[in-house]
């Protein structure tokens, strides 16, 4: 039994865990700002031409979760964005993000 509350925004499927975010590209720097409605907030450093911002987004999931798999699943085109993370569990995602949820 878990005692860690699951935040709407994160959810197991078959093939992983699913992360419910809003995008917000053009900003100076890429980080994690908080919740907003059932989603998770990242300002991205890049414009959203050529997929650059999905580009970094990716990128910066994978360094700040610590793994190498993760996909776009839905929001290619839009503001509003579902990924998917391989090879870690829900608990291990809030544990690595935890310091960025609280700031």
């Not at 809003?22 to 414009?47: E, N, W, Y």
């Not at 291990?92 to 993000?97: A, C, D, G, S, W």
Request: aromatic content about 4%; glycine content about 4%; proline content about 3%.
């Amino acid at each position: 039994m878990s005692l860690i509350t699951i935040p709407e925004w994160i959810s197991n499927n078959s093939e992983g865990v699913v992360l419910k975010l809003q995008i917000q590209p053009k900003a100076s720097h890429t980080k994690i700002v908080g919740t907003i409605g059932d989603r998770l907030k990242i300002r991205i450093a890049a414009l959203p031409i050529d997929g650059a911002a999905n580009k970094e987004l990716i990128y910066f999931l994978k360094k700040k979760l610590k793994i190498k798999s993760i996909q776009l699943l839905h929001g290619e085109k839009t503001k509003f964005k579902d990924v998917i993370c391989n090879n870690i569990t829900i608990e291990e995602v809030l544990i690595m993000l935890k310091m960025d949820l609280i700031s």
